[in-house]
């Protein structure tokens, strides 16, 4: 097997390999950290990285597989851990100058079971400052490019963890989503990513009490998605929403066939590039062919979603980046610093309104949900946008019309807005200049599973993602 098999193995494979003792958890950690190594210039996926530390732990889990006793459902798995949540006695900086000195005192609830299942993190995945946007460079790290195509951005806020998987450099990825942070880089990278329920997983304070915030995993297959969801999902003694009892997800699932699924082109209003189209059509024809019914719906939803969905994280998460600003407002880049400022003219008022539009907002899609197993629809409106993109002083048009630089061109914050419905954005094609795009399937609330079995009945009518194409590093 070459090491670029090794790269692109499943975590599925590579546990039964381990279990099999047909493969070592050496082997696998050597060939992702020299893949790492050789591509990390050129594509920046990484911040820190641990890969002394790994491989010492790679050799401890090769004993334990030896003796039959793995620690885990994660064991030897080189993990990739997005640089925002902490692991006591390593350095998090969120990707910002303020935070370059930081050590951790304690470790984040996803992260203490991921390391617990015997999950090995080899390094932390790059993020934009404070994961204020939705592509990924900052001041501190420098600018995170595609695998598939280098101009253009993996996405963001989780851009340095979709990179990494693209590339192969990880075999598991963590993710957090305020408005698009794993979906994003998941449909410009070619990869699973899932938006949890509100509560599904835990979270630190105090985004854990914010019904916007979610954390979840990126993975190349949906088994992979859903072998580390069902390590972070549960009930978290230090956070309060963390729902109780635990689900965990089936990795197999009844076919889907007499289905049926509601599609919503452009949820009412955004803006979607031609190729974005033909590729979403083109995967609503599998669906199709796998026996379901699918059905053009009216959602009902205008521009009042996006500029609902903006003023919420102006109030909250600006809220709390304006805190840093009379101290470090020189440090900030220009994305953070504008979501900052934003929050200082921010009303009790506009953060009402939010709420107002988020209850009219289900009115409509609670139900279509009803008469409907899931809705589906683009991930984003375009593959995405060059790698060094500035939201706050460039500006963005999709078929020659301008849109909201920030949020304006993905069709995710809707579904923050929507916070208890689960959402798995998994891969649509890929567009001319070789850069995937990707589809959202989104389920009724607390309804996981439904998405799920939607997206594994796709994926394996397509024979799976990262077997035939690969991007040409």
Known sequence: MSDTDLCYMTADAAIAAFTARTLSPVDLMQA???RAEAVQDDLKPFTYTHYDEAMDQARQSEARYAKGTPMGTLDGLPIGIKDESEIAGKPTSNGSLIMKDHVAETTSANNQRIIAEGGIVHARTATPEFSSAGVTW???WGVTRNPWN?????GGSSGGAA???AAGTSTLCTGSDIGGSIRIPASTCGLVGYKPPYGRNPDDPPFNLDFYCHTGPLARSVRDAIRLQNVMCGPHPTDIVSLRPKLVLPSEYEPIKGWKIAYSPDLGGFEIDPEVRRNTEAALQVFRDLGATVEEVDIGWGPEVLEAGLAYLAHLFGGYLSTLLADHADEMTPYCRDLAERALGSTAQDFVASLEVAGQMYLTLGPILERYNVLICPTSGLPSVKADFQPTSESLSINGKPVDPMLGW??????NT???CPVLSVPSGHAANNVPTGIQIVGRTYSDADVFQAALAYETAL??????RLPAL
């Open 32 to 34: 992702v950290i020299a």
């Open 138 to 140: 900052s001041r501190l």
């Open 150 to 154: 280098p101009e253009f951005s993996p």
């Open 163 to 165: 990179a990494s998987l």
């Open 410 to 415: 993905v069709l995710t914050t809707p579904f």
């Open 418 to 420: 929507m916070s208890r």
């Open 463 to 468: 024979g799976g993602w990262y077997k035939d």
